[in-house]
């Protein structure tokens, strides 16, 4: 789900709480977390700290974000979104 996509369904829904889940309740549900919190920091904040996120989500949620390959797979989405606007800063000019 895009960053647009997920505020415009969070909106409609009048800025409920989404519940993420998966089946052993920590792993890909923890990764997404990390991710969405991340970026959300990075456009709020101007921060990105991917390390920070997970250590304050392993407080609410032990276990997540557990093995090099997940912390990988955080880190490397959250270049994608970073990436992402070196492809579409010829629009501001």
């Not at 909106?11 to 309740?25: A, M, R, V, Y």
């Not at 923890?30 to 921060?47: D, H, N, P």
């Not at 949620?61 to 390959?69: E, I, L, N």
């Amino acid at each position: 789900m895009s960053s647009m996509t997920s505020l415009k369904f969070r909106s409609e829904l009048g800025n409920k709480p989404i519940l993420i889940h998966c089946s052993d309740t920590v792993s890909r549900s923890g990764m997404f977390c990390a991710i969405a919190t991340t970026i959300e920091r990075c456009k709020t904040e101007g921060v990105v700290d991917v390390f920070q996120v997970v250590k304050a989500l392993r407080v609410q949620k032990p276990g997540a974000v557990r093995t090099v390959g997940q912390y990988e797979t955080v880190f490397d989405a959250v270049l994608v979104f970073l990436d992402s606007f070196e492809t579409y800063s010829n629009f501001g000019q």
